[in-house]
């Protein structure tokens, strides 16, 4: 299949426990396409349809089956709590790990991921100890009576449960609105074709949709401190640490549990935590809309930003992180072409590999001096710098010499200075050498910070 504006979703046939998807990015493509035939489009073995000069291409590379102990280190491979499994699947340019904990056995669909399905076990072991407690128990059950009418009344009576809640009047205020006016709009913005909802199902699912989000807006202050307790993401969509932070939430929110306890740690790898504070300490409401206000700042235009917010696949915290690498690019024209282009992911996978070719740009930007424009081509994303380079970014993990590896004809190559794909992991050395035939050099390991 050749790199167009839909992507194919990576092992679509299966049924990941995380709901999650590869790379399917609906308005366009940030990189090659690693849909699940992407090491061998024409075949295994079949010759590469184009040629440069005189030089004949290779037979393209089979996706390969790769060792775990290749490619993490021994901390990450097995811990205490944690183990993955021994190989790990290639499809051409990403790679899906395989997390076995007490706690389930999940997939992660890329390098990036696996680490932090990894930390999420450590987090959910210190809530799950935490909750074994007979403090808990408690305020477990108080909250459990008092939720339901919580609910109920947020909905019944909003502006009396706003007065009711101590010194988060401003706050729970502009949270709740914000988000329970985004639940509502997203069932329908998330829905294919026309609405042809009935109204008492219209109504059905909005206040399915306004009952979510006001139960998310009523303990989501609790939900975050514990979830930098732990130093879990608070967004997470990981359905057993998302459930037991609600639980956690609740007790706190309703029933006053209350508890110290350290930061868990993984041996070898330190502190499970993050390093995006905003995450933590902005209510989602606010920190939603910091995010629209650093795009529009930066030169996103309205439907752009309007049409990732909408975008359930766009978790706060990775909307956060998107926000903040393009507002990192600079003076470049063309961000609003970006941010379309991110907003059209029909997978969290493709949230996060969208955000991560952004923050390739944004963490290269001063190597090249500054980008000048950002083009989102139905194949590519060209980023054209001061110096006069033309860069791809690919955020994938393990490249092999496949169809999807060649670059479509641009006019923005002709005259480059150079041209550059940069790859957030590595490449096969028959890769890099069919590449740079074609006048391409790939850079390995580009930081995204």
């Known amino acids: 299949m050749s790199r167009k504006i839909k992507r194919e979703v990576l092992n679509a046939a299966r049924a990941l426990p995380l709901a999650v998807g590869a790379l399917a990015l609906a308005a366009g493509a940030c990189g090659p396409s690693p849909d699940s035939g992407a090491g061998g489009g024409a075949g295994a073995g079949s010759p590469a349809p184009r040629t440069s000069g005189s030089h004949t291409p290779a037979p393209f590379e089979a996706p390969p089956t790769l060792q775990a102990s290749d490619l993490a280190p021994a901390a990450l491979l097995k811990g205490p709590k944690h183990e993955l499994g021994a190989t790990v699947q290639g499809d051409g340019f990403m790679t899906t790990w395989t997390v076995k904990s007490e706690f389930g056995t999940w997939e992660a669909f890329d390098r990036e991921t696996v680490e932090v399905r990894v930390r999420e076990v450590y987090s959910l072991d210190k809530l799950d100890d935490v909750s074994k407690g007979e403090i808990f128990a408690k305020a477990f059950a108080q909250a459990a009576g008092e939720k339901a009418e919580a609910i109920k009344h947020v909905i019944d009576d909003p502006v009396g449960t706003v007065k009711a809640i101590p010194g988060s009047v ?45 139960e998310s807006a009523l303990i989501g202050g609790k939900r975050r401190e514990w979830a930098e307790k732990v130093g879990a993401d608070p967004y997470t969509t990981n359905p057993p640490l998302k459930d037991k932070l609600d639980d956690v939430g609740w007790a706190a929110y309703a029933g006053g549990f209350a508890l110290n306890v350290a930061v868990p740690s993984i041996p070898g790898l330190g502190l499970v935590t993050t390093t995006d504070r905003l995450i933590y300490d902005m209510p ?28 359930s696949n766009f978790t706060l915290t990775l909307q956060t992180g998107l926000a903040e690498a393009i507002a990192a690019l600079g003076e470049a ?3 609003t072409e970006i941010v379309a282009l991110a907003a059209g992911a029909r997978t969290e996978g493709d949230a996060w590999y969208a955000r991560r070719c952004v923050q390739l740009l944004a963490a290269g930007a001063k190597e090249v001096g500054g980008w000048t424009s950002l083009h989102a081509t139905e194949n590519e994303v060209e980023a054209v710098a001061a110096d006069g380079r033309v860069v791809m970014p690919w955020a994938v993990d393990y490249m092999t010499w496949n169809e999807e590896a060649i670059p479509a004809a641009s006019p923005r190559f002709e005259g480059a200075e150079s041209r550059e794909i940069w790859i957030s992991g590595i490449a096969t050395d028959l890769a890099k050498t069919e590449l740079a035939a074609l006048g391409f050099e790939v850079r390995e390991n580009m930081p995204l910070k």
């Open 170 to 214: 401003a706050r729970f205020a502009k949270g709740v609105g914000r988000v329970t006016k985004k639940g509502i709009d997203k069932v329908t913005a998330d829905k294919e074709g026309p609405d042809d909802r009935t109204t008492e199902e219209k109504a059905a699912d909005a206040a399915g949709a306004a009952a979510s989000s006001t």
């Open 284 to 311: 989602p409401g606010e920190l939603e809309k910091r995010n629209l206000d650093k795009l529009e700042a930066a030169g996103v235009g309205d439907e752009a930003r309007q049409e990732l917010i909408l975008n």
């Open 333 to 335: 024209e063309g961000k």
